[in-house]
């Protein structure tokens, strides 16, 4: 797999939804009511001088009282909490973006909402189109149309066999994050549905940002998890280059045998990176394992920079060889959600 560039993808089901702790507030009313002796007032009555009690209002006081539990009744209720919630709501984590603000653990993930027909969020993916070969002398040519949402929470990339056996013409989709995201250290997972088919190459890979400027393989790439021809067998594979030469590739590969086949529905692929290791697993299994310290002698690590995120589905090539009248008319590789944890 080949091409693209950087940024950060901040991008996992399983987002988690955080909320500011509620803190109860407690208004106190009081005050002190000075009661002294009787107020005198002055009356003349001939000629003697004699007290006279000031009138008290009780009624007065208990109207104002009164006054007072009606107000403290009518606040109670306005901020009571309704239907069990909490009086303050957490903001949900907006879907369908993995540039959206993180869950307090920092996972960040896109679930690909959004109306059947349209694109994939525009501030994380870009489709990559045209033909050419793609470096592996592969006979499709990659169209925007698709690669899009279905309108039920997935990302679909279709791949169409047409024309006649004369004059074959093959259509698919290439999505990726240069230039929008990029992933360097923690785990990235992504919850897809593989297609089988003789000449198909379903990828979910990374490829290094800084492809553009170093070329490949000298900007590496990881391969979380290939299928060609058969999903009876998935490729797990890290390109570098040697020692000695930006342009020489150096590989290391494991392929795992399936008893079932995954194209049977969806399954979780992850990558998890720290600065001195890959790790791929499917469904939380480990698929392969590399380390700084066990590549081979002759790689010279580059995995310890940024790096985009891609999916892909390639038709025929060198790798894994032409389609054939098995092949389907009509292939899809469905993506549910993809996410991003900061913890490998």
């Not at 005198?40 to 009164?66: F, Y």
């Amino acid at each position: 797999m080949p091409t693209p560039t950087p940024d950060a993808f901040p991008v996992a089901r399983i987002v988690e939804h955080g909320g500011v702790p509620l803190h109860d507030r407690t208004t106190r009313h009081g005050g002190t009511a000075r009661h002294g002796g009787s107020a005198l007032a002055r009356a003349s009555d001939g000629g003697r001088t004699i007290p006279v009690p000031r009138r008290r209002r009780p009624l007065l006081w208990i109207v104002v009282l009164a006054g007072v539990v009606v107000v403290a009744l009518v606040v109670a209720w306005a901020v009571r909490p309704r239907g069990g919630d909490p009086v303050t709501q957490p903001a949900p984590t907006p879907n369908g973006t993995p540039s959206s603000t993180p869950s307090p653990s920092g996972v960040v993930r896109d679930d690909f909402d959004g109306t059947a027909g349209s694109p994939p969020d525009p501030s994380v993916w870009t489709a990559q189109t045209g033909a050419g070969g793609w470096g592996n002398g592969e006979l499709q040519t990659y169209q925007a149309a698709n690669g899009v949402l279905d309108g039920s929470g997935h990302l679909v990339l279709t791949a169409h066999v047409g024309g006649t056996p004369a004059t074959p013409t093959y259509t698919s989709a290439r999505l990726t994050t240069a230039g929008k995201f990029s992933f360097t250290t923690g785990t990235l997972s992504a919850r897809i549905e593989l297609p089988d088919g003789q000449g198909l190459l379903p990828a979910f890979w990374l490829l290094g940002s800084d492809v553009d400027h170093v070329g490949w393989p000298a900007a590496g790439e990881v391969d979380i998890v290939e299928t060609p021809n058969t999903t009876a067998d998935s490729v797990h594979t890290v390109h570098a280059p040697s020692t000695t030469s930006d342009t020489q590739d150096v590989a290391s590969s494991t392929t795992v045998h399936h008893s079932t086949p995954l194209s049977d529905g969806f399954h979780v692929y992850s990558v998890s990176r720290t600065a001195d290791s890959i790790t791929t697993a499917i469904d939380g299994h480990t698929a392969m394992r590399i380390t700084r310290s066990t590549a081979p002698p002759t790689m010279r690590w580059v995995f310890d920079q940024p790096m985009d995120v891609l999916f892909s589905l390639a038709v025929g090539g060198n790798w894994p060889g032409p389609p054939d009248a098995s092949t389907p008319t009509t292939s899809r590789m469905v993506i549910d959600w993809i996410q991003v944890d900061p913890r490998a």
